[in-house]
């Protein structure tokens, strides 16, 4: 029996799609899939990439934070308690900005909130009879040097034929106090240091 022309025409179109669902199934899907799973991946690796370059930026922030706060601890000086090596410290920068020796009143010791094993050490210190330039200086030393001025009081003769200034200012840093050496046990007689009896002289 002939087949007629619409059936041969209809029969090839079936084929060809069949051909074309057959090359979909096992040839460009997967390869679509797999286009499409890399994709995915790569926006998450990219989100990924950018929460890290968050953290990374976040933690140059903190270091930087942190060798601030390190620049402010005196110096480690052997024997000697960190608030003398303090106001040593400031009396001499005082001395050299200003030219005169600063009125130092007592140390005051504060523990920091959340910062175990570190203290706020503060003192006023009062400069009569100076000039503003001066002052203005001593300020931006202070600040070069990373100390804390937590206040600062300048005051005029009441005078107005006098420009001389009185200067109240407290300042302050960190410091980490030593810790006190935890005392030696004395050892009873008849022990060794490991606690093991000592061995009996012959007779």
């Keep these: 029996m002939a087949i007629s022309k619409r059936d041969s025409t209809i029969a090839y179109a079936m084929g060809a799609l069949l051909v074309a669902y057959l090359l979909w199934l096992f040839g460009i899907q997967p390869v679509y899939d797999q286009y499409t799973e890399l994709n995915d991946e790569l926006g998450t690796q990219q989100q990924q990439f950018a929460k890290n370059q968050a953290t990374l930026g976040e933690a140059k ?62 003192f006023p210190i009062t400069i009569k009879d100076t000039e503003l330039k001066p002052v203005a200086d001593l300020l931006k030393a202070f600040d070069q040097r990373g100390y804390l001025v937590l206040n600062c009081t300048i005051t005029r003769n009441g005078n107005l034929d006098k420009t001389d200034l009185q200067v109240e200012i407290t300042l302050a840093r960190i410091v980490k106090p030593e810790e006190a050496e935890a005392p030696v046990k004395p050892v009873k007689p008849g022990l060794h240091v490991g606690g093991a009896p000592a061995p009996r002289k012959p007779v």
């Design 61 to 122: 922030k903190i270091e930087q934070g942190y060798k601030r706060v390190e620049a402010q601890f005196p110096p480690d000086v052997p024997d000697k308690d960190p608030a003398d090596v303090f106001i040593e410290e400031v009396a001499a920068l005082v001395t050299q900005t200003i030219g005169k020796q600063p009125i130092v009143s007592p140390t005051n010791n504060e523990q920091i909130k959340g910062a175990k094993g570190y203290e706020m050490l503060s």
